[in-house]
Antibody, heavy 122, light 112 residues
Framework: EVQLVQSGAEVKKPGESLTISCRGS????????IGWVRQMPGKGLEWMGI????????RYSASFQGQVTISADTSISTAYLHWTTLKASDTAMYYC???????????????WGRGTTVTVSS | DIVMTQSPDSLAVSLGERATINCKSS??????????LAWYQQKPGQPPKLLIY???TRESGVPDRFSGSGSGTDFTLTISSLQAEDVAVYYC??????????FGQGTRLEIK
């Protein structure tokens, strides 16, 4: 089955670091872009950034540049979203997404993970 | 950044009636005869689901009551005969310019 399997819910304190993961299965992980989307409670969808695991080409939204790091390990078909210093405002659901690839350009999202809930509270 | 604006913000339609959601982009999404526009459906407690891509191509498995139309800067998602299971929030998204991919603010669809 083609799917994106995300890591479990996290509860952290402000100032802590965190890495959440997204493992692709049932397809060629290196041949599709993997992106991350934030959804704050009761709000809409915000695109954070994207990586092409085949060559590690990574692009960020200006809103999230410097706030998070996106990476991928093709040997285990897994992408990561990392925070060095969490804030309470990082409390949200985070979805990983799969995008078919054009020439150096990701297309629409054709597959979503089920999401990882991150709660940051003192 | 390309700004995506959906209208209306919320919509109530009777079962069996037509529902229409509009999406306007701040610049053209048309390149080489393709419109870089997708539509997603998000039901409560679930991740979004792809409905339409390239503005009018229905994703496999999506009921044919869902259709997408439009070109350039103006796009429409139409549900021809609303079913109870269509209650959801609908988002348009552009992938013409990356970064960033941008979404519309969402349209909440309810039963009248």
């Amino acid at each position: 089955e083609v799917q994106l399997v995300q890591s479990g819910a996290e509860v952290k304190k402000p100032g802590e670091s965190l890495t959440i993961s997204c493992r692709g299965s049932g397809y060629s992980f290196s041949s599709y872009w993997i992106g991350w989307v934030r959804q704050m409670p009761g709000k809409g969808l915000e695109w954070m950034g994207i990586i092409y695991p085949g060559d590690s080409d990574t692009r960020y939204s200006a809103s999230f540049q410097g706030q998070v790091t996106i990476s991928a390990d093709t040997s285990i078909s897994t992408a990561y979203l990392h925070w060095t210093t969490l804030k309470a405002s990082d409390t949200a659901m985070y979805y990983c997404t799969r995008h078919p690839s054009g020439t150096l350009h990701p297309y629409h999202i054709d597959l979503w993970g089920r999401g990882t809930t991150v709660t940051v509270s003192s | 950044d390309i700004v995506m604006t959906q209208s209306p913000d919320s919509l109530a339609v009777s079962l069996g009636e037509r529902a229409t959601i509009n999406c306007k982009s701040s610049q053209s999404l048309l390149y080489s005869s393709s419109n870089y526009l997708a539509w997603y459906q998000q039901k409560p407690g679930q991740p979004p689901k792809l409905l339409i891509y390239w503005a009018s191509t229905r994703e496999s498995g999506v009921p044919d009551r869902f259709s997408g139309s439009g070109s350039g800067t103006d796009f429409t998602l139409t549900i021809s005969s609303l079913q109870a299971e269509d209650v959801a929030v609908y988002y348009c998204q552009q992938y013409y310019t990356i970064p960033p991919i941008t979404f519309g603010q969402g349209t909440r669809l309810e039963i009248k």
